[in-house]
């Protein structure tokens, strides 16, 4: 698939922190940006991440139980969303199956020596990389974006 040259931010979306990740100009690679507290402050804050990264697109997580339903904390990202998007005003969002990203980040963060104490600080950001970066990758080995478009 041909995508769109630009970054794109990766968000996790937590009822106390929310993990922010970018993607370089290419798509290729998602980085780690900073863990923003949730809160009446973190929609601003995600506005002026995607202003100051030019970003072309915003993939939120979307967390789906295992079953593939949708529960609480689904319909509290969709809210969330509507909030972000009209704060990113003309940057899409795409919605993105986000299930077993927090496990595979505390796994790559274990695995890096990181100890628990040092992941908890940082774990939201390796979180919202997993989620961009399983997204960059479907997009490259897709005919479309998977995800669902806001």
């Known amino acids: 698939m041909t995508t769109a040259r ?3 931010l990766g968000v996790d979306v937590g009822d106390v922190r929310i993990g922010v990740a970018v993607s370089d100009p290419d798509g290729v690679l998602a980085t780690p940006v900073e863990t923003v507290a949730a ?3 973190a ?3 995600l506005a002026e991440l995607a202003r ?3 970003v072309i697109e915003c993939v939120v997580g979307l967390p789906m139980g295992l079953s593939g339903r949708e529960g609480p904390a689904a319909v509290k990202v969709r809210a969330f ?3 972000l998007s009209a704060a990113i005003g003309p940057v899409p969002i795409r919605l ?3 299930r077993m990203s927090t496990v ?3 796994s790559m963060l274990r695995d890096s020596g990181r100890a628990g104490r040092g ?9 919202a990389t997993v989620i961009l970066q399983t997204a960059l990758d479907s997009d490259r080995t897709r005919a479309s974006a998977p995800g669902e478009s806001r």
């Open 6 to 8: 630009g970054r794109r």
């Open 119 to 127: 992941r908890r600080s940082i774990i939201d950001q390796a979180a």
């Open 52 to 54: 100051e990264y030019e």
């Open 39 to 41: 809160g009446p402050s």
């Open 104 to 106: 595979t980040a505390h």
């Open 96 to 98: 993105f199956d986000e």
């Open 81 to 83: 969303c509507e909030d």
């Open 43 to 45: 929609v601003a804050r």
